[in-house]
């Protein structure tokens, strides 16, 4: 059972484009409980959020400022705990939500925890699908550009996508952009 708090969404260390458009479009559809939050923002991904009009808050990866009350942790686009580049509670309860089959092995899941690991090309896929399942209503323009341009960079602007990439690109766009 989780207790009501805040529920971070941490990127990896990196802060590549996949993995803060994973973390701002999931905490976005979460709401005023959740906040996108990891060590480091790349610059095209600062710049793109910033355009969209999406917040991200820097961790410190030797002390890390965790909110008071917080309920879960979920944790975008990372094989393994050592690519987000902090430590995180050990009484929390955390959601992994990966893309990489090689190193997601990594993780140690308890009963109180969850790992979604799907064979896709970007992270943002996944959580546009579950959006699209579940949290339609939240979806607008500034977070379908935020997804597709995590999918693209990820994708090597295409070059690595598959068709489920291209269809999902697709449905990102919509007949409104």
């Not at 893309?99 to 943002?124: E, K």
């Not at 291209?166 to 990102?172: D, P, T, V, Y």
Request: with cysteine.
């Amino acid at each position: 059972k989780i207790s009501k708090g805040v529920v971070p969404v941490v990127t990896h260390r990196n802060g590549d484009m996949d993995t803060v458009a994973s973390a701002c479009a999931l905490s976005k559809s979460l709401g005023s409980i959740s906040r996108p939050m990891g060590v480091h923002l790349s610059k095209v991904a600062r710049e793109v959020i910033g355009e969209l009009g999406f917040t991200f808050s820097r961790l410190d990866s030797e002390r890390p400022a965790w909110p008071r009350s917080t309920s879960a942790i979920i944790v975008v686009d990372a094989g393994g705990p050592g690519q987000i580049g902090i430590k995180l509670p050990d009484d929390i309860p955390i959601c992994v939500i990966d893309h990489h089959a090689n190193s997601s092995h990594n993780w140690i899941i308890s009963d109180q925890d969850l790992h979604i690991n799907m064979g896709v090309c970007a992270t943002t896929q996944i959580i546009f699908e579950y959006l699209n399942m579940f949290r339609l209503e939240t979806i607008d323009n500034s977070m379908r550009k935020l997804l597709l341009t995590g999918l693209i960079t990820d994708t090597g602007h295409y070059r690595h996508a598959d068709s489920r990439a291209l269809q999902n690109a697709s449905e990102m766009l919509s007949d409104d952009i």
